[in-house]
């Protein structure tokens, strides 16, 4: 009889503890971006008493909680919701731009591309200025940080935090104090890397010239930069007419053009505030790469010569051809390779910025141009040697086909990443070949004996096949139309549409989730899935912009993340042992909407 009691016990026991573990999960599932507390702020001044007129600083300082991420203040996918703090508009107190720290890249496993996030604790910058009439004594100044958090699976939804910064407003003459130095101090505003070069820059002219130019010279280990190296060798094996001293002289115009394309390119970045790299994330950049670089193959193969206009030659001179083709040749390589490199450009943009030596600045990224383009000068006098060797033409021919095909291998480089994306390969790859090809026999292609005649008829069939290419290629990287008959939501009610007794199926979507993405792409046009959404009603909520009714309804169904998927029976009840959270695949999707079907 003991024994008995004591089983019965220990079975209580355990029942008690399967419930609360169930109490505890059904109440995590209904956990928003708010309960978890993903983002806490405080707020920071600068200095203890404040005279009117004067200049104070303000730092929002947010810890974000470990496991999760918020997007950076300009995410790479213009479908996330960016990070900014925004200050309340007051009377008598402006606030200049705000700045943020430097992101980091990082993949999840929502997305096929880097994401731009901050992580752990984080310091945001802003300078204000108060009205020389403004009263005193002690007013509040406040904001809102608006972020949108996410973990390593899904995104929620997008949350804000007020914050209040006291300030004391004090007659001109009374003592001020500086407080929260450990927050304000000078290098706090600066990254590791501007330290570094600040710390460079500081130490003399003919010092940080040296030092830039070595680190141009070290940015040609980047890999990015190894693909113009066919292309200065195969351009410098043309010249093979030339002395070695004008070799040299060509290759010097060569480095020059590259060392004004790489600083203007840096300094354009940096005032624009986005880095050139990031222009590698379009399709249409990198086809545009891609199509110059196979252009100058084709040149290789002999379908066009690299030369200067005979107009432009006949009023500049023979004599200066190679010159101004060396360094027309050079601003082209310069495009190439300045958006490999940019990343580290804009670092030493913003010291420049932040120092305020701008002729300087200008002088520094010269320098380091010229240093990246060294290597270069040295690869032209090695090429012109090359191409003295041999003494038949047709080992020239053949060399010049040799770095043909190097250089289409450099277009492959540049366009696989990309390739990877399109919904419609076959029309993607087409719509390359048909861009490349109207650009080739419209316009490059320099036949002999052409007529006026000819040469108008193939450049419009050139432009005609160029459209071609671009509505193939449009279409192949536009979103893939839908599959599945959806529904969108506009407050209707579930039960009202669910007719015939059909059970309903309900997507919460946004532009900005990735997972939605990649459920929508992989899982929702999945054939099996179309099939069997036939049986359902297929309702889409889109929390894009959030609205009073989307968000009474994640409310009322307590959606914690995007991308969610819940499952309503022919009842009209909800069955949550179904509900999907994140990505989910295929088989598994149908899996579920079997079960639903069943019950």
């Avoid at 003494?391 to 010049?400: E, F, H, Q, T």
Wanted: proline content about 5%.
């Amino acid at each position: 009889m003991a024994r008995m009691k004591s089983i019965i016990k220990s079975t209580s026991l355990c029942v008690v503890i399967v419930l609360l573990l169930s109490l505890c999960l059904s109440l995590s599932s209904g956990q928003t971006s708010q309960d978890l507390n993903v983002v806490q702020a405080k707020p920071y001044v600068s200095h203890e008493r404040i005279h009117p007129g004067e200049n104070f600083q303000v730092a929002i300082v947010a810890n974000i909680k470990q496991g999760f991420h918020i997007n950076s203040h300009k995410p790479l996918d213009k479908f996330l919701i960016p990070m900014a703090v925004n200050f309340d508009e007051r009377e008598s107190v402006v606030f200049g731009p705000v700045s943020y720290p430097e992101p980091v890249l990082k993949s999840f496993s929502f997305s096929p591309n880097k994401v731009s996030v901050y992580e752990g604790k984080i310091s945001i910058y802003a300078q204000g200025k108060l009205a020389e009439d403004i009263s005193l004594g002690d007013i509040k100044v406040s904001g809102k940080l608006a972020y949108q958090a996410c973990d390593d699976q899904k995104c929620f939804m997008p949350q804000a935090v007020r914050f209040e910064i006291p300030l004391k407003i004090v007659k001109a003459g009374e003592p001020t104090k500086l407080i929260n130095e450990h927050i304000f101090r000078p290098e706090a505003s600066f990254t590791p890397d501007e330290l570094r070069a600040r710390q460079v820059i500081e130490k003399g002219l003919a010092y940080a010239v040296i030092a830039f130019f070595l680190f141009g010279l070290a940015l040609n280990l980047t890999p990015c930069v190894y693909p113009v190296i066919p292309m200065t060798v195969s351009f410098f094996v043309a010249q093979s007419e030339q002395k070695r001293w004008a070799v040299f002289v060509l290759a010097s115009y060569y480095v020059v053009g590259i060392a004004i394309v790489f600083s203007i390119l840096g300094l354009v970045s940096g005032l624009a505030g986005r880095q050139w790299g990031f222009l590698f994330q379009s399709p249409w950049f990198v086809i545009c790469i891609t199509i110059i670089i196979l252009s100058m193959a084709a040149s290789m193969f002999g379908a066009f010569e690299v030369t200067v206009p005979s107009s432009l030659m006949t009023k500049l001179g023979k004599s200066r051809q190679g010159a101004i083709g060396s360094f027309v040749m050079g601003l082209t390589v310069g495009v190439v390779i300045a958006p490999c490199a940019t990343g580290i450009i804009i670092g030493l943009v913003s010291i420049v910025a932040k120092l305020g030596i701008v002729a300087k600045g200008a002088l520094l990224f010269f320098v380091m141009g010229l240093g990246l383009g060294f290597p270069y000068l040295f690869l032209a006098m090695f090429s012109g040697a090359l191409s003295r060797l041999p003494k038949s033409g047709l080992w020239m021919v053949w060399m010049r086909k040799l770095f043909g095909f190097l250089l289409i291998g450099v277009a492959i480089y540049f366009l696989l990443p990309q390739a990877r994306q399109p919904h419609d390969q076959q029309g993607f790859y087409l719509g390359i070949l048909a861009i490349f090809g109207g650009l080739l026999l419209g316009f490059l292609e320099r036949g002999e004996g052409y007529t006026r005649s000819f040469k108008i008829i193939r450049a419009i069939f050139g432009v005609l096949l160029i459209l071609s290419g671009t509505l193939l290629v449009n279409a192949a990287i536009r979103p893939e139309p839908p599959g599945i008959n959806w529904v969108d939501y506009r407050g209707q009610s579930v039960g009202h549409l669910q007719k015939g007794n059909r059970p309903a199926l309900i997507d919460f979507y946004a532009d900005w989730c990735a997972a939605c993405k990649e459920l929508d792409r992989k899982t929702f046009r999945d054939q099996r899935v179309i099939d069997k959404s036939r049986e359902f009603i297929m309702l889409r909520v889109d929390c894009t912009l959030t609205d009073d009714k989307c968000t009474a309804l994640t409310e009322k169904f307590k959606v914690s993340g995007l991308p969610t998927v819940i499952f309503i029976s022919s009842k009209g009840e909800d069955i949550h042992s179904l509900r999907t959270i994140g990505f989910l695949g295929p088989a598994k999707m149908l899996k579920k909407m079997e079960e639903a079907l069943a019950q």
